[in-house]
């Protein structure tokens, strides 16, 4: 795993994006896989600022995102299309087909996970996949205890997750209580990840992450075992590592 660090959330965007733009003028037709959450909301900025002033084209590229509420329709505010569209998908030039999701409104989910794999596969692979990460270390909406072994599939949400994502939602008792996520071995196949962290809230779980071994109650662990990791993290998601590796 590389490890880069930023200076603060702006410069771990930045970074980001850059990143990003790089792979996306690089490849013929680059496969992004795409996170939601708080954390890469700044990089969608810049990307969003670059096609503006760069005109930076996506109109070659495809993406697939991590997951989706079961359950809430992709018009609605809160659903992870919704979220797409609003940061990304409707400032840049990528056909709204090459643009994916699991449908968590599908009324066989299993069919609809068995789906998903099929089309990343079609796809060509991830050529990149961006993660974040929760604070039990979930990756995608893969909660500890989650088997590497997984593919796309169905999760109950645990509280803590609920919780977490109910400031976007207007009660807790509104937050889904299921997603379809990519498993931990979908994520694996990414030809490369870039993972992003940022504030003081995530320094417990970076320093269990690149202090302990790899074991399924941190799911992001098993990153340790792919070739192609590279992390952005902010001086406060890393003030904990420092810490603890200057006291061995
Ligand atoms: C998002 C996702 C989640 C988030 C994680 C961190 O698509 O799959 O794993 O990346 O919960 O969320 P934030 O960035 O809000 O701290």
């Given at each position: ?27 013929a ?30 109109s ?47 009324k066989?989910l299993?069919?609809?996970?068995h ?13 990149l996949?961006l993660?974040?990460i ?28 609920r ?63 792919h ?22």
């Open positions: 795993m590389k490890i880069i660090e930023a200076r603060n959330y702006h410069d771990m965007s930045q970074k980001a994006a850059q990143f990003i733009i790089e792979k996306v003028n690089l490849l037709s680059p496969v992004l896989g795409l996170a939601t959450g708080g954390t890469p909301l700044g990089t969608y900025k810049y990307l969003r600022e670059d096609h503006l002033n760069h005109h930076t084209s996506y070659h590229v495809y993406t697939v995102n991590l997951d989706e509420y079961v359950g809430i329709p992709p018009d609605n505010e809160h659903s992870y299309f919704s979220y797409m569209k609003k940061q990304l998908f409707d400032h840049i030039d990528i056909p709204r087909s090459h643009t994916h999701l699991p449908d968590g409104m599908a066989d299993s069919a609809e996970c789906r998903y794999e099929d089309l990343i596969k079609l796809l060509g692979g991830i050529d996949q993660l974040g929760g604070m039990n270390g979930h990756i995608g909406f893969n909660e500890p205890g989650t088997p590497f072994s997984s593919k796309t599939h169905l999760v109950e949400l645990t509280s803590s997750t919780k977490a994502n109910a400031r976007y939602f207007d009660s807790l008792a509104t937050v889904p209580f299921q997603a379809v996520t990519m498993g931990i071995s979908t994520i694996m196949e990414s030809k490369q990840i870039l993972l992003l962290v940022s504030g003081a809230k995530k320094a417990e779980i970076m320093a269990k992450l690149l202090n302990e071994e790899t074991n399924k109650d941190t799911p992001a662990s098993v990153l340790k075992r070739q192609d990791v590279i992390i952005i993290a902010d001086s406060d998601a890393l003030a904990l590592v420092k810490e603890r590796s200057r006291s061995y």
